[in-house]
């Protein structure tokens, strides 16, 4: 989280976000904090709003939540966060 705060716009793109470790790794972390900060409805709008952003940049990125979605090793259940937190 802190390597992708201190890029750049442009390098966000094209040395973090296009590299697919760090994509999903990032997609876990958000997801993560959407999780846990049930209480913080400001928060959780804003870390949805940067994955809808990273998503509308770039919409082949989806495939990097859902690789999350599907491993075995680091599975992110995103569905289960996004409905949690939409019947909060």
Do not use: H, P, W
């Not at 890029?7 to 846990?36: N, P």
């Not at 495939?63 to 995103?78: A, L, P």
Request: one cysteine or more; hydrophobic letters at 35%.
């Amino acid at each position: 989280m802190t390597r992708y705060q201190s890029l750049g716009d442009e390098d966000k793109r094209t040395q973090f976000l296009d590299k697919k470790s760090d994509c999903q790794a990032f997609f876990r972390a958000l997801f993560s904090i959407v999780d846990q900060v049930k209480g913080n409805e400001m928060l959780s709008l804003y870390v949805l709003a940067t994955i809808d952003g990273i998503l509308e940049d770039q919409r082949t990125r989806v495939k990097e939540i859902i690789f999350s979605q599907k491993s075995q090793t680091k599975k992110c259940d995103t569905v289960k966060i996004l409905l949690n937190f939409l019947q909060g």
